[in-house]
């Protein structure tokens, strides 16, 4: 062997040792940085798990108070609705127990009569018909007509209770 092929030998193996020496060094690095950057995202990974968990917790306490509140908001409104219930069962009740007296002539329904001294026309009073209001002339009803106004202020009564019931649902419900 010439001096020349020694030399080109020996280049070649420091050349070799030189990509060989790169090699393992990228090699190790690689497996350095990459043992760091498992690291970090095992990091990342857990405090991201973390977050998760106090969401998770925070959405669970408001979705326990937010359903409460609607049980405390239904049991009002069933107990509302109870009592409207009551009222109106109450009032036609009455209504009936009205009805049944002015049937029976138990019960009669007069209007007073306004006296106007200017006019000639005052109605004449049904024997009997002036009362306790201090001496007012009053007219007494038929019958078939006090049961129609009794017929249309339960009417009245019945709206005045479902408008209450109404109003009380809209006033749980906003809250």
Not at 16 to 42: P, S, T, Y
Not at 90 to 115: F, G, H, K, M, P
């Amino acid at each position: 062997m010439t001096t020349e092929q020694k030399l080109i030998g020996l280049g070649l193996a420091i050349l070799l040792a030189l990509a060989i020496g790169f090699g393992g060094a990228w090699q190790v690095q690689g497996w350095r940085l990459g043992k760091k950057m498992a690291e970090r995202i095992a990091e990342q990974g857990a405090h991201h798990q973390k977050e998760l968990d106090a969401i998770t917790g925070e959405a669970w306490l408001q979705q326990s108070a937010e359903l409460d509140k609607r049980l405390a908001t239904e049991e009002k409104l069933a107990l509302q609705d109870q009592q409207h219930t009551k009222e109106l069962s109450d009032a036609q009740r009455n209504q009936a127990r009205l009805r049944d007296r002015l049937a029976t002539a138990d019960v009669r329904l007069s209007v007073l009569i306004a006296e106007d001294p200017a006019s000639s026309c005052n109605v004449p009073t049904a024997p009997g018909a002036v009362g306790v209001v201090h001496a007012a002339r009053r007219a007494q009803l038929d019958p078939a007509h006090a049961q129609r106004i009794i017929a249309i202020t339960d009417d009245g009564d019945n709206a005045i209770i479902a408008l209450r019931a109404c109003q009380a649902y809209v006033r749980a419900i906003a809250r």
